[in-house]
């Protein structure tokens, strides 16, 4: 079965602190995203990922940074945690090429900034 | 700039009612669009796509779609809804020659005993 694992269901992290958000997939996709969740708002994209080492800005990068060591990889950091940026936060995953192909989410992992 | 819209933040159903969730969408050119589902606490599941061909596209559990280009609709469909339909659905729309989705705001579907 086919999977983006997401490493923490629940964060509670304070003001200023720096935050890594992990994700795994295991189906060899080239592509990886980070989607920020919020009421009313739906996802809006983060950051993504077409290869090892390479990075696009979404839409609301600002506050944020990925890593790719790996492909099977993608990280996202918060290096100065704020308030505001408690949300739930989706990585997914896709083939490359494919643009008829659908993303696949991991369970989301939702952070709470004191 | 591709984008979709969906009009309605709810929709309550009673269960075995057909359900319709709308979604518009706006892009340059031909669009790949595509329905998620989401229960609560959980990442969002794929439901269906619509590429090229037939405009009314079948997904998971019963759900349809009916891609109408003129009207530039995507809505979503299903005959006679459960309880257990009850979850938060989004609409997104992908440009071709583009990797990333475009989400809408989700339309939390209410299904009542």
């Known amino acids: 079965d086919v999977k983006v694992t997401q490493s923490s269901r629940y964060l509670v992290k304070r003001t200023g602190e720096k935050v890594f958000l992990e994700c795994v997939q295991d189906m060899d996709h080239e592509n990886m995203f980070w989607y920020r969740q919020d009421p009313g708002l739906g996802l809006r994209l983060i950051y993504f990922?077409?290869?090892?080492?390479?990075?696009e800005k979404g839409d609301i990068p600002e506050g944020y940074s990925v890593s790719r060591e790996k492909k099977e990889r993608f990280s996202l950091i918060l290096e100065s945690a704020s308030t505001n940026q408690t949300s739930m936060y989706l990585c997914a995953s896709s083939f490359q090429g494919v643009d008829t192909g659908e993303l696949f989410f991991g369970e989301g992992s939702r952070l709470t900034v004191l | 700039a591709q984008s979709v819209a969906q009009p309605e933040d709810q929709v309550n159903v009673a269960e075995g009612n057909p359900l319709t969730v709308k979604c518009t969408y706006s892009?340059?050119?031909?669009?790949?669009l595509f329905w998620y589902v989401q229960y609560p606490n959980r990442g969002l599941q794929f439901l269906l796509k619509?590429?090229?061909?037939?405009?009314l596209v079948k997904g998971s559990y019963g759900f349809e779609a009916e891609f109408n280009k003129s009207q530039t609709s995507f809505h979503l469909k299903k005959p006679s809804a459960l309880v257990s339909d009850s979850a938060l659905y989004f609409c997104?729309?992908?440009?071709?020659?583009?990797?990333?989705?475009?989400f809408g705001t989700g339309t939390r579907l209410l299904v009542s005993p």
């Open positions: 997104a729309v992908r440009d071709r020659g583009f990797q990333k989705l475009v």
């Open positions: 990922s077409y290869d090892v080492k390479m990075k």
């Open positions: 892009v340059s050119g031909n669009p790949y």
């Open positions: 619509y590429i090229t061909g037939d405009n």
